[in-house]
Each structure stands twice: as C-alpha cells, then as structure tokens.
C-alpha cells in the first residue's frame, strides 16, 4: 500500500502563486509516475501534469502549460505542483495519485489517491 497525503492549497488572488505538496509513504518502490488531478464541482476529475519516475518527464494539459510545474525531490517521496499566475477557473480539488503503469493521463489508470486540497482563485 501507498499513502499520499498533500499540503499547501488556500486561497489566493488572481495572479497569485500556490505550491501544492504530496508526500507519499509505503511501499513506493513500485511506482513508476505520479500525477495530480482537478475537479471542480459538477466536473469530472481532469489530469492536470504528472512526471514519470523514469527519466522523470513531465507532461501538462494545455490549459496550464507555462503556469504550472510538476517536480519531485526522490529523497523525500513527495511531489509538487507549482502553480503560477493563477486564474478564477484553476479553482478546484487538487489531488495527487500514484501510478504503477498505464497512460498517466487517464485517472482510472492510477492505483493510489491522496485526500485532495481545495484551491481557490478569488477574482
């Protein structure tokens, strides 16, 4: 089993920056990408960047490209999302998962889910 846990949403103005963290525990040895993932209310869970343990590339959705930067520091086992230039409609549960195999994009690929941080983008 893997434990995800993450930190670091609030509120914050329009413009404003957050950086979201995911610290993961258990058996992690096997995890090979983490992602982390959006939902608004009445929307469905949306894929917002992850970065693949091997190699450790990265990938975005369009919509946050340029703004946003997935990162991990392997000696702690956590993750992070930097976001930047915020913007109303980034407002959301963030959550961060863990992945085994299988394409990063899709949620229902990923084995492991944290709690979720609540983000809001005041305007």
């Known amino acids: 089993q893997v434990q995800l846990v993450e930190s670091g949403g609030g509120l914050v103005q329009t413009g404003g920056s957050l950086t979201l963290s995911c610290a993961a525990s258990?058996?992690?040895?096997?995890?090979?990408?983490m992602g982390w993932f959006r939902q608004a209310p009445g929307k469905e869970r949306e894929f917002v960047a992850a970065i693949r343990g091997t190699g450790g590339s990265t990938d975005y959705v369009d919509s946050v490209k340029g703004r946003f930067t997935i990162s991990r520091d392997n000696a702690k086992n956590t993750v992070y999302l930097q976001m930047n230039s915020l913007k109303p409609e980034d407002t959301a549960v963030y959550y961060c998962?863990?992945?085994?195999?299988?394409?990063?994009?899709?949620?229902?690929?990923?084995?492991?889910w944290g709690q979720g941080t609540q983000v809001t983008v005041s305007s």
């Open positions: 258990g058996h992690t040895f096997n995890i090979n990408g």
């Open positions: 998962a863990a992945i085994i195999s299988g394409n990063v994009y899709r949620p229902r690929n990923y084995d492991y």
